[in-house]
Structure formats: structure tokens, C-alpha cells
T-cell receptor
Framework: GENVEQHPSTLSVQEGDSAVIKCTYS??????FPWYKQELGKRPQLIID?????GEKKDQRIAVTLNKTAKHFSLHITETQPEDSAVYFC???????????FGKGTSLLVTP | EAGVVQSPRYKIIEKKQPVAFWCNPI?????LYWYLQNLGQGPELLIR????????DSQLPKDRFSAERLKGVDSTLKIQPAELGDSAVYLC????????????FGQGTRLTVV
């Protein structure tokens, strides 16, 4: 089955700096790659996703890049703010008919 | 519009006792998932339903776990008997179509087995 590796497990940045989280996947048939943000004690919430026909997608301070050849994708957060502090999960799916396979998460801490 | 609703939010039981969790997905969402989330880990799929049919239950420990989704709407997940290692957060999620579209999560049920 699909194996999703996520790095780093923890990340601490100063407010205003950028944060990058990287994931690799094993199943070459995966074609949908969402990123979820989970604050302490709350539900995971989708922040951005990308499909395999696109190499990059951006939404304000958040961007995701995908390299299908290398089977890795990354989350980029620019101008980080303390409210960005949370656990971020990447996931991969084959799309229709398959569930999401999650990475182990990255705990991001943005210090003022 | 209400999101995915789960109950109870918290449950503490003694080992060997049964427990059940309930999930009400977003209206119109055909796909329903139950995920298990251990502390410091990502969600792991237990079972996925397309309408009332369980289409992926390969990760569900069937000796003690069972699930149902009658009429293709609400779903229940049951553990009988519970073990200490079952302590975790049980997340329900739903999506409009089959896997590959945005999944919306409920708040989860935090189970503690003592």
C-alpha cells in the first residue's frame, strides 16, 4: 500500500520567516495530495491540496509544489504568524475509490 | 451548514467493556471514513464506506471492531471488548464523492481505556 513519509517532525521558526515541510510517497498511482492543519484538540482541516496534473498551487501565504517524477511534494508557508502554529499533515490518495494515506505530521511552532 | 458531527467527544471505559461511537456526516456526502489517530501520529484509516457499502475495511481489526452505516447516512463504530491499546482519538470524515476529493473531519471521540 501507499507509504507517506513526512519531514521534519518538528519545526520552529521566527515570526515572519518561511516554513517548509516535505513529504514523499511510494505509490506512483497517487494523484491527489492534500495538506491538513490540526490545532491542539481540534479536527484536521484542509488548508490546500494539489492534483497530479499541476506542479504548483498557491493560496495567499501557502503554496504546495509537487514533483511526480521524484514522488515528493512540499508545503511552503511564507511570512509565518504565531497562529500558524499547529500540526500539519500531508496525505496522498489514488483519487476516486481510495482513501487518504497520511504522514506522521509536523509540529510547527512560530515564535514572536 | 453543519459539519461532520461525532459523539461522544470523550469516553472513559474500563478494559474489556464495549464502547460505541456515532458519526453524522455532512448532508449529501456519500463517502464516510473512520480514522484512528494515536497521540503524535497521523490519522490511519479503519474503514471507508461508499453509501452503505464498506468498500475498504482491510485495516479494521475485525476480531473486536465493527462498524455499520445503515441507510448510507449515519455510522457507528463499535469496539468489544476494548483493550488498553485502543486508547486514541477516533475521527470520522466524509466527502462528496469517492476518495480523492476533500475530506471533512469531525471533532473526534477521545477514548481512554483504563
Amino acid at each position: 500500500g501507499e507509504n507517506v513519509e513526512q519531514h521534519p517532525s518538528t519545526l520552529s521558526v521566527q515570526e515572519g520567516d518561511s516554513a517548509v515541510i516535505k513529504c514523499t510517497y511510494s505509490d506512483s498511482a497517487s494523484n491527489y495530495f492534500p495538506w491538513y492543519k490540526q490545532e491542539l484538540g481540534k479536527r484536521p482541516q484542509l488548508i490546500i491540496d494539489i492534483r497530479s496534473n499541476v506542479g504548483e498551487k498557491k493560496d495567499q501565504r501557502i503554496a504546495v509544489t509537487l514533483n511526480k517524477t521524484a514522488k515528493h511534494f512540499s508545503l511552503h508557508i511564507t511570512e509565518t504568524q504565531p497562529e500558524d502554529s499547529a500540526v500539519y499533515f500531508c496525505a496522498a490518495s489514488r483519487g476516486s475509490g481510495y482513501a487518504l494515506n497520511f504522514g506522521k505530521g509536523t509540529s510547527l511552532l512560530v515564535t514572536p | 451548514e453543519a459539519g461532520v458531527v461525532q459523539s461522544p467527544r470523550y469516553k472513559i471505559i474500563e478494559k474489556k467493556q464495549p464502547v460505541a461511537f456515532w458519526c453524522n456526516p455532512i448532508s449529501g456526502h456519500n463517502t464516510l471514513y473512520w480514522y484512528l489517530q494515536n497521540l503524535g501520529q497521523g490519522p490511519e484509516l479503519l474503514i471507508r464506506y461508499e453509501n452503505e457499502e464498506a468498500v475498504d475495511d482491510s485495516q479494521l481489526p475485525k476480531d473486536r471492531f465493527s462498524a455499520e452505516r445503515l441507510k448510507g447516512v449515519d455510522s457507528t463504530l463499535k469496539i468489544q471488548p476494548a483493550e488498553l491499546g485502543d486508547s486514541a482519538v477516533y475521527l470520522c470524515a466524509s466527502s462528496v464523492g469517492q476518495g480523492g476529493s476533500e475530506a471533512f473531519f469531525g471533532q473526534g471521540t477521545r477514548l481512554t481505556v483504563v
